[in-house]
């Protein structure tokens, strides 16, 4: 049985209600079956309902003359309290197989040698119905490294901005201003809403409005450490502390995603055909003078192999992972990968399956004193449990529909000292200079060393949890703040382990293979120390439990960093957006190389990890997509 290690992320997250939800409306149409969905003359078939597929195939289906068709192999959970609910987020669904693909890694050398969970959403609307809520964008540096990269203006922050924008409808909730934000800064936000956000998208975005203690003195001791708040994170520079949006209908106190949002407002359409339960396995090529052209779908649906028709285009939209193993199942990817499966190349494009980038986190917890409220009371407390599960399901606000949501984006300048920062800086000289890297990597590289010297770009990221981790104990509160690597120098990989379209790809993170990162979030973890032992921060606690307070040296440090760091399941850059020459896999439009009409559309294509959460952006890919296609349709 493998030891595995899940995201630090969701595990933070349980609480013990389980209350009823809102009925949302959503006129489910019978699901056709598998051989009435292969009958079908489509115009556009997608493959995978997660996040982008559910988001463009829905847009798609608005043009009455196209026929639509989407392949997903999870199912539509509708009203379902496990995913609906904010106070459990992805606690039940991430690492349950209902809902959650559930992979894991290789062993990862440098992380203990430990099968590291790498989570992705199996079911309709894919991780946006399993995720951590938040909302958030990257800065404009980061998106106009993208439109570097790419070489085409269309990827920059003004490019993607009307996208990002048309995916969000963005609720303002009734709050006190969050701490360290004046009246002023309030004002000015409030006035330029209308040219940084959106109002009128399927994806119901707001703010919390619930401050615990642990938050207001982590946000002030933050900016008496000299890290600000930052009034408005999604206009472009989203370095500072703030308060994250999530994407949770505060109307409703629902998760607000892309079946819900998307889907169920377009379900009805007699164009709009979704087949859930069934897995697609092979993408079939006809030659053509101008290069292969996507025309079927081979997908199995109980045990039965089927193949659907597409006349126009066959998007990819099955994720980080799934979506380079099916190109490599379909004759796409690196040709000695394939022979070696024994697949017949049929476009050699050695980025499939590289360039895998992911977050990657170190935890601290405290012991807090007696008296002080936290979610944990949801733990510790079993009639005030009660009470708030009888409020949710009466009106579904208090604690049950509600979150943690302090975060702060830091810059390597931040957390450590000009003479420290140069010891890394050169750390990173070194390694991102190695022979054999691809001139995709080496652009990467040039870009992360530009933002770790200049600090215009988030390094780290902190997320606080007013919750517990690791040994809680009840009656006690205890309050949990991550710290993740943003832009990480290690690369993996993932590809097929066998020609079984079935089986699961054999996924490399690389963790830590770099000494530049794990000299980082060494960093990282000396400053949460240096947080807990700050006023009003410090003024709340009774004890750090984890590390363990005795861990003192850096082979200590380094070795809980090892023992325990997870990723934040933000997985990124396996089919990049990049010239085919440096190791990219689609063009400008999206379009693998050497193909007709297969376009990818999902997180995959990031030519660069952002130092941001990867809903929103996903999203905005799938817009902006949708608006290409709008033009050809």
Known sequence: MLAVTRSLLPSLLAIVAAPGVWSIACPVPATPSPSSFAATAFDYIVIGG?????????????????????????????????????????SSGVGNKTYDWDFVSTPQVNAGGRNLSLSRGKLLGGSSGINGLAWDRASA?????????AGDKNWS???LLPFLQKAENFSKTPADPFPGISPAEAAEVEADLPHVDGFSGPIVASLNSLYFDTVTNVTVTLNNLGIQTNAEPQGGNTTGVSNIRLSLDHTQGVRSYAATAY??????????????GAQATKIIFSKTRYGLTATRVQFISDGQQY???????????????????LLELSGIGNSTILKSKNITPLIDLPGVGESFQEHFFAAAQWQ?????????????????????????????????????????????????????????????????????LSGLQQQQYALQREWFAQGNVPAVELILWSKGLINVEQGESYAVILGGLMHPVSRGSTHIASCDPLASPAIDPKYLSQNFDTEVLLDVLKFLQK??????????????TNPDPTA????????????????????????????????GVVDGSLKVYGTTNLRIVDASVFPIQIGAHSQATVYAIAEKVKFCLLKTM
């Open 263 to 276: 889907y169920c407002s377009h379900a009805s359409k007699p164009n709009y055909h979704v087949l859930t």
């Open 157 to 159: 922050w003004s490019g």
């Open 50 to 90: 997660g996040t982008a597929g559910t988001a463009l195939s829905a847009r798609l289906a608005e043009n009455p003359s196209a026929v639509v068709g989407v392949i997903e192999a999870g199912i539509l959970h509708l009203n379902d309290p496990i995913l609906d609910v904010p106070g459990h987020l992805a």
């Open 531 to 544: 947080l807990g032992q700050s006023a009003p921060f410090s003024d709340l606690v009774t004890v750090q």
């Open 552 to 583: 003192q040296t850096d082979d200590e440090l380094l070795a809980y960093i090892r023992a325990s760091s997870a990723g934040g399941d933000h997985l990124v850059g396996t089919a990049a957006l990049a010239p085919q020459a440096s190791g």
């Open 141 to 149: 540096t980061e998106y106009d490294a993208w439109a570097t990269i």
């Open 368 to 436: 807090l004193r007696p008296g002080v409220q936290t979610f944990g009371i949801l733990r510790n407390n079993a009639t005030f449990a009660a009470e708030q599960q009888a409020q949710y399901a009466a009106d579904h606000t208090g604690l049950l529909a509600a979150t943690d949501s302090l975060t702060a984006f830091l810059t390597l300048q931040d957390i450590v000292s000009q003479d420290r920062l140069q010891e890394l800086l050169s750390i990173f000289d070194q390694e991102a200079s190695a022979p054999g």
């Open 307 to 325: 193949t659907a028709h597409a006349s126009k285009e066959i998007v990819l939209s099955a994720g980080t992972i799934q979506t380079p193993q």
